[in-house]
């Protein structure tokens, strides 16, 4: 069941939320939870339920161990240590075996020429975001920063269908004080106002536009995985639109999870930032997948010595979380290659930042600074959006095969771009040619530009750690209030959100 479909809108949620403050403003808290519990296993095996048995097992298995971790407190015992390793062994053989197993056969085969044949393993959904939310757990078990035994809570903390699918990978202690407080069972009128608009807003980001600019990015993908040949235009069409496509899905689907939660009264931790804002790398990854950024750096990073032990170690140590980052999205060559570029590119801030320790903050240099962190990230997704290696070398050669018409018309310039490896040779470009990628290029800059909906509705909220920071004049005009302009706003985009469901399409991240 998706987010964006009309079973989910005009049938399960609100069911879901009537039946839930109904018994809730009875007084009855545990059946209410179990109420909730119910709903998103069901939300969850609508899917496939076949995998409905893994999820639960899974929580059996971790919140056993979480208590059993939790209750020892001797930290340096070699038993707690043993608990520990079992618990996140498990965990990872699991997400190991039926993420990566038909990837490790399929590169052992490519690599040796030895063919063993297994079936496809299908990937059960969601199995990457409650296993990493889970190891969290465990490990905060072993050191000792968690005592919650409530099994309704870990639950419902575990499956809380608005973040179960795509996240955000959700932390213990930001979830499960909330589900302890006797007014998240009962209905608040600022809770449903808020949650209802940041959802109508996620909708119409996903529904409206994501799925139109993935009818500009999905043929050039398409073209290039199947060995055909492409122009300049299409390669950066596609790589542009793609770039707009994803940040738009992903950017939908994070707001869309807030505003679910927030109607149960519940607050999430945000996850989307507005990463095209960012001035470098550092700063892109604080803003896109926070909560991921957030584990890795907490239980990887950390765990392999962070910036403890001298700057070669800091940078290896960075450079090889980000490939698991990588291999985290997806099981194949193409995401380690994201990961690992990702992680040179951050090894590279990180090497700037030390040796141009002085910065220029005026509003051109921060143009310049968003321009090339947009254009390195643009080329990394050409790796994460082609399905095979030859595919993104391909968009990524035909982006640097400039059209002939500026053959000759640039000056010195050419001469110097030849030397570094551009070509001159894509074919003429037409006037709608440059008006398409102009349009595509306004986008991004509104994405620079435009405030977000954490902006839009700071002052209610809407995130458990949102916090606004320079608001300028634009963002001050555009501030939500509950009021009558506001409601006819969020009614238009409703509307066309609604319209748009017809064409049914599941979120980027949902692969994952």
Known sequence: MLFNSYEFIFFFLPISLIVFFYLGNLGHYRVALSWLIGVSLFFYAWWNPAYLGLLLFSILFNYAFGVALSRQSDQNSGRK??????????????????????????????????????????????????????????????RGETREYNFLHYVLFVVFFPHLIAGPIVHHREMLPQFARPETYRPQLSNLSVGITVFIIGLFK????ADTFATYASPAFLIADNGGTLNCFQAWEGAIAY????????????????????????????????????????????????TLSRFLRD?????????RKGEFRRYLNLFVTMLFGGLWHGAGWNFIIWGGLHGLYLVINHLWQRLVPVSIDRWWSRGIARTFTLLAVVIGWVFFRATTIDGALAILKAMINLPSNLHGHIGPLEQFMTTIGFRFDSGYFATEHYLKLGILCFWLWILMAWPTTQQLMRHFEPAIDYKAKGCDALEDKLIWQPNTIWSVLIGFIAVISILHLGNISEFLYFQF
């Open 206 to 209: 996903k529904v409206a536009i």
């Open 81 to 142: 240590k043993l608990a520990l390793w079992i618990g996140v062994g498990t965990n990872l053989f699991f997400l190991g075996y039926f993420k990566y197993t038909n990837f490790l056969i399929d590169s052992l085969h490519t690599l040796t020429s030895l063919y063993w044949h297994i079936d496809k393993i299908i990937l059960p959904l969601a199995i990457s975001f409650y296993t990493f939310t889970q190891i969290a757990y465990l490990v905060d078990a072993y």
């Open 299 to 307: 239980y990887l990073y950390i765990a392999l010595g962070g910036n």
């Open 243 to 290: 770039t707009l496509q994803l940040y738009f899905d992903f950017s939908g689907y994070s707001d869309m999870a807030i505003g679910l939660a927030r109607l149960f009264g519940i607050r999430f931790p945000l996850n989307f930032n507005a990463p095209y804002q960012a001035c470098n790398i550092i700063e892109f990854w604080r803003r896109w997948h926070m």
